[in-house]
T-cell receptor
Framework: GQNIDQPTEMTATEGAIVQINCTYQTSGFNGLFWYQQHAGEAPTFLSYNVLDGLEEKGRFSSFLSRSKGYSYLLLKELQMKDSASYLCAVRDSNYQLIWGAGTKLIIKP | NAGVTQTPKFRVLKTGQSMTLLCAQDMNHEYMYWYRQDPGMGLRLIHYSVGEGTTAKGEVPDGYNVSRLKKQNFLLGLESAAPSQTSVYFC????????????FGDGTRLSIL
């Protein structure tokens, strides 16, 4: 079967750095997406990786290792508004997105 | 900038009732999707469409039907609602199956009693 694993919940301090990990086992790989979802709202796109390495976008970076089936989302200079769930999704061989259950990130002052 | 619009936002149904969830996008996207999101689980694909007049089954299609008569609209129907269909339903659209992301509506919170 296909599986995306993420920690259920993480806590971090305002101004700090946090890394959210995602491991996947899917039938094929055609890219990995990270989305942010605030409680009661729609998921919004953060980043996309298809090749190994680091993609940086302001305070957010995403890393991919295809050989290890592993990605992480790195959030720097955390702000209270970063409190949200972070969803990892992998596009499989059928070009369908397989979604992880999400990591709820709690930011404390 | 409407993006993806879902109606209604909330609905309570009794078991056995039927209803249709509406999704409209104004980005001229070819692909549209219906997902459900349940606590502790990832988004699960119900049905999707790769263009006007086409539909296909996703991971959890049973109990649902869809139609894409116009490019901008994607309808999700529940013929005979069951309590197991209590969920948050999200519609999404994208321009293609590549690096371009899916854009989501705000969701429909559906309770079946």
């Amino acid at each position: 079967g296909q599986n995306i694993d993420q920690p259920t919940e993480m806590t971090a301090t305002e101004g700090a750095i946090v890394q959210i990990n995602c491991t996947y086992q899917t039938s094929g790989f055609n890219g990995l997406f990270w989305y942010q979802q605030h409680a009661g709202e729609a998921p919004t796109f953060l980043s996309y990786n298809v090749l190994d390495g680091l993609e940086e976008k302001g305070r957010f970076s995403s890393f991919l290792s295809r050989s290890k089936g592993y990605s992480y989302l790195l959030l720097k200079e955390l702000q209270m508004k970063d409190s949200a769930s972070y969803l990892c999704a992998v596009r499989d061989s059928n070009y369908q997105l397989i979604w992880g259950a999400g990591t709820k990130l709690i930011i404390k002052p | 900038n409407a993006g993806v619009t879902q109606t209604p936002k909330f609905r309570v149904l009794k078991t056995g009732q039927s209803m249709t969830l509406l999704c409209a996008q104004d980005m001229n996207h070819e692909y549209m999707y219906w997902y459900r999101q349940d606590p502790g689980m990832g988004l699960r694909l119900i049905h999707y469409s790769v263009g006007e007049g086409t539909t296909a089954k996703g991971e959890v299609p049973d109990g649902y039907n869809v139609s894409r008569l116009k490019k901008q609209n994607f309808l999700l129907g529940l013929e005979s609602a069951a309590p197991s269909q209590t969920s948050v339903y999200f519609c999404a659209s994208s321009q293609g199956e590549d690096s371009r992301p899916q854009h989501f509506g705000d969701g429909t919170r559906l309770s079946i009693l």
